[in-house]
C-alpha cells in the first residue's frame, strides 16, 4: 500500500474536514426543469494533469539515439533497449535507477497501457507559449483564451452538464484548479473545488455524521427558520437581490436537499470502516455500493491521493453528479515502502533527474488512468454500452523539457521548454497514432494536417489547437473552434 507523507485522519480529523468541506461544496442548483436525478450526460470529459512539466518524448514519441547520428550525444535521446513499439506508438520501457537516492516505483508499463488501451489513444504535438507553471497549466485548459476565456472543463459542463449537481467538479491544483475567465459563463458550470476525496462525501449532508446531531424533521424546521430570518434581517432587506447573495442561497436551498435526498454521502464514499482513521459506522455511515470495485482498482487510495481523485472521478460520473472532472498528482513526495511512486515535484523534478523523474511519473500517470478507463469500460450507461463509451480523457501538461544533455551523460537535469505533445484517449477519437512528428536530429515537434492528419513540418499546433480538438470530439461549439475531422470520430 503506497504510504504519503501526510498525516493520518483520526475522528475528530475527520468531522472537521466535513465541516469544512462543507462551506466549499455546497454549491450548486439545478436549472428548472432538470432532467431525472443521476441521468447521464451525452459526454464526459476527465482532466488528468501531468503536473510539472511531461515530456512527449519520454512517452509515445521517442526518438532512438542511432536514428540522431553524431547530434544524439548531447541531445534526450533513448538508447534502442528501452524502446519499445506496440501498434502505431513506441513507447519506453521501465528505467532501473533511483530518484534522490529512493529505489523507483511506478511499476506499471507503459506498454501495458497501449496494449490496453492504444486503438483509443492519440498523441498530438504541440508547442505552447509560456514555461510558467501556472501560466501553462491555465493556457493548457482555456487554449490560451481560445474561446473567451472559458476552460474546457467549463465549456464542457455548460454544453452537457448543466442538469447535474455539481457540473464541474476540481481536484487538482494550481492553474488546472483556476476558474476560466469568462463573466457570461453560467455559474453552475464553474469548478466545484474538492479539497481531498476521501472526506468530500462528509459535505454533502448537512446531520448525518454529526455525533448527537438532531433528528431530520428538526433540522428542516430550523432550516426553515434561518431562511426566513435571512430574508427578514436588515442585511437581507439591504442586499436582498445582491447576485452573491443571491446565488448562495441558491445553492443552499436546492443542492443540499438533493443532495441529501440522493443520499450522496453514502454513494460517494470511497473509505471503508477503519476506527482508527475513518469511524465510518460510529458515526452512522458507510461505505459506497461501488466502493469495493474502486478500492480493488486502485487499493492505495486511503494513503494516496491521487488514487482516490480518479476513484472519485469514476463515482461522480457514474452516479451523475458530475460532467467534467479534473484530477492531478501532487508536488508532495509519495513512498511505497521505500520506493518513491511521486517525487517532490512531480514531472518537475525532471530539473534534478530527468530520465528517472519522467519515467517514474508517467508510469504513475497512465497507471492512474488505465484505472479510471477500466471502471469506465466495466459500467453500462443504461443506452446498450458503457460509460467508456461517452468519455474522454485528456492528460494536459504544464509544457515540455529542454531536448539537450551533456555529452553522453544517463543522468541530467532539464528545464522548461515550450515544445512537447498532448496524450488524449478517448473512443471518440480516431486513436492508435501519434499526430504530427518530430525531427530526430533536433527532438522538436512539429503540426500536421487536420483534415488529412499527415504529418506537416514547418508548422506547428497551439494551445488553441488542442483545445479546439477536445471540445470538437465532446461536441462543445463555440466561435473560431478549429475542427479536426482527422482525428474525430464521425
Known amino acids: 500500500m503506497s504510504i504519503s507523507v501526510r498525516p493520518q485522519l483520526s475522528r475528530r480529523a475527520l468531522l472537521g474536514a466535513a465541516a469544512a468541506l462543507g462551506i466549499t461544496a455546497g454549491l450548486r442548483a439545478r436549472r428548472a426543469g432538470a432532467q431525472a436525478l443521476g441521468v447521464l450526460p451525452e459526454r464526459l470529459l476527465f482532466v488528468v494533469a501531468a503536473t510539472g512539466g511531461a515530456s512527449i518524448l519520454e512517452s509515445f514519441l521517442p526518438v532512438v539515439d542511432v536514428e540522431a547520428g553524431a547530434a544524439g550525444a548531447t541531445l534526450a535521446v533513448q538508447p534502442s533497449s528501452l524502446v519499445e513499439t506496440v501498434g502505431g506508438f513506441r513507447c519506453l520501457a521501465h528505467r532501473a535507477g533511483d530518484v534522490g537516492g529512493l529505489p523507483l516505483g511506478g511499476s506499471f508499463l507503459q506498454r501495458t497501457f497501449l496494449q490496453k488501451h492504444g486503438t483509443d489513444t492519440v498523441v498530438m504535438t504541440v508547442e505552447s507559449t509560456s514555461v510558467n507553471h501556472f501560466v501553462g497549466q491555465k493556457r493548457f485548459i482555456t487554449?490560451?483564451?481560445?474561446?473567451?476565456?472559458?476552460?474546457?472543463?467549463?465549456?464542457?459542463?455548460?454544453?452537457?452538464?448543466?442538469?447535474?449537481p455539481l457540473p464541474n467538479c476540481n481536484l487538482a491544483q494550481g492553474g488546472y484548479l483556476e476558474p476560466g475567465d469568462d463573466n457570461t459563463l453560467d455559474d453552475r458550470a464553474r469548478p466545484e473545488a474538492v479539497a481531498d476525496a476521501r472526506t468530500f462525501p462528509l459535505s454533502l449532508d448537512g446531520v448525518r455524521g454529526v455525533k448527537n446531531a438532531p433528528d431530520a424533521a428538526l433540522v428542516r424546521r430550523a432550516r426553515g427558520v434561518r431562511d426566513r430570518i435571512d430574508d427578514g434581517s436588515p442585511f437581507g432587506h439591504t442586499f436582498g437581490n445582491a447576485p452573491l447573495r443571491t446565488r448562495l442561497l441558491e445553492r443552499r436551498r436546492n443542492f443540499l436537499p438533493e443532495a441529501e435526498a440522493r443520499d450522496l454521502i453514502t454513494n460517494l464514499?470511497?473509505?471503508?470502516?477503519?476506527?482508527?482513521?475513518?469511524?465510518?459506522a460510529e458515526a452512522g455511515l458507510s461505505s459506497s455500493p461501488d466502493g469495493v470495485r474502486v478500492r480493488e482498482k486502485f487499493p492505495g487510495l486511503v494513503t494516496d491521493a491521487f488514487d482516490?481523485?480518479?476513484?472519485?472521478?469514476?463515482?461522480?460520473?457514474?452516479?451523475?453528479?458530475?460532467?467534467?472532472?479534473?484530477?492531478?498528482?501532487?508536488?508532495?513526495?509519495?513512498?511505497?515502502?521505500?520506493?518513491?511512486?511521486?517525487?517532490?515535484?512531480?514531472?518537475?523534478?525532471?530539473?534534478?533527474?530527468?530520465?528517472?523523474?519522467?519515467?517514474?511519473?508517467?508510469?504513475?500517470?497512465?497507471?492512474?488512468?488505465?484505472?479510471?478507463?477500466?471502471?469506465?469500460?466495466?459500467?453500462?450507461?443504461?443506452?446498450?454500452g458503457t460509460l467508456w463509451d461517452r468519455s474522454l480523457v485528456y492528460i494536459a501538461t504544464d509544457f515540455g523539457r529542454e531536448k539537450v544533455r551533456p555529452a553522453n551523460a544517463t543522468t541530467f537535469g532539464t528545464g522548461h521548454h515550450l515544445n512537447n505533445g498532448v496524450v488524449m484517449v478517448s473512443p471518440l477519437l480516431r486513436g492508435g497514432r501519434v499526430y504530427g512528428g518530430v525531427d530526430p536530429t533536433t527532438l522538436l515537434t512539429h503540426g500536421f494536417d487536420p483534415v488529412t492528419g499527415d504529418a506537416a513540418p514547418g508548422t506547428l499546433m497551439r494551445e488553441g489547437d488542442v483545445y479546439s480538438l477536445v471540445a470538437h470530439a465532446l461536441g462543445v461549439p463555440f466561435a473560431g473552434r478549429r475542427d479536426f475531422p482527422a482525428l474525430v470520430r464521425g
Open 269 to 280: 464514499m470511497l473509505v471503508q470502516d477503519d476506527p482508527a482513521r475513518f469511524p465510518l
Open 143 to 164: 487554449g490560451a483564451n481560445v474561446n473567451g476565456g472559458r476552460t474546457i472543463m467549463e465549456a464542457s459542463a455548460a454544453a452537457h452538464g448543466l442538469s447535474l
Open 308 to 384: 482516490a481523485q480518479a476513484a472519485l472521478a469514476f463515482m461522480l460520473a457514474k452516479t451523475g453528479v458530475s460532467q467534467a472532472i479534473t484530477i492531478s498528482p501532487s508536488f508532495q513526495p509519495v513512498l511505497n515502502g521505500l520506493a518513491i511512486e511521486n517525487p517532490p515535484l512531480a514531472f518537475d523534478f525532471s530539473h534534478n533527474d530527468h530520465p528517472s523523474t519522467q519515467n517514474l511519473m508517467w508510469s504513475r500517470i497512465l497507471r492512474v488512468v488505465d484505472g479510471l478507463v477500466d471502471l469506465l469500460k466495466s459500467e453500462p450507461d443504461g443506452a446498450d
